[in-house]
Structure formats: C-alpha cells, structure tokens
C-alpha cells in the first residue's frame, strides 16, 4: 500500500481543499449599489469602477 514519504504542509493542504470548493460552488455576487450591475464581493464594479462609494478605476461608462 502507498504511504507518503514526507508529511503534507498545513498550507499545502489547505490549498487543495480551497480548490475544490471553488470548482463545486456557485460564484457569489453582489449588487453594486453605485450602478445595479452583479459584481464579486470584496471588489471594484467591472461595469463603473466604483468601491465602497468611492470611484477606484479610470473606467467611465457613458450612458
């Protein structure tokens, strides 16, 4: 029977378990309360570049 020949790291372990829930469960998202558009949480709005009520990015839509 295979055994391992060094011990897993904590991190290196941690990893692979954070890969497999990002494969299994659905992307959340927010609303961005500047536009209305769906956008990841914790990040600037692709769509009007606004975070936290401040514009972060050079991205202006017109119109």
Known sequence: MAN???KMSKSR???RRAQ???RTKAAVTVV???CGE???PHRACRHCGHYRGRQ???KIVVG
Do not use: M, W
């Open 20 to 22: 497999f829930n990002a």
């Open 4 to 6: 391992p020949k060094a």
């Open 13 to 15: 372990r941690d990893k």
């Open 56 to 58: 972060v990015t050079g």
């Open 32 to 34: 961005c309360p500047n």
């Open 38 to 40: 769906p956008t990841l």
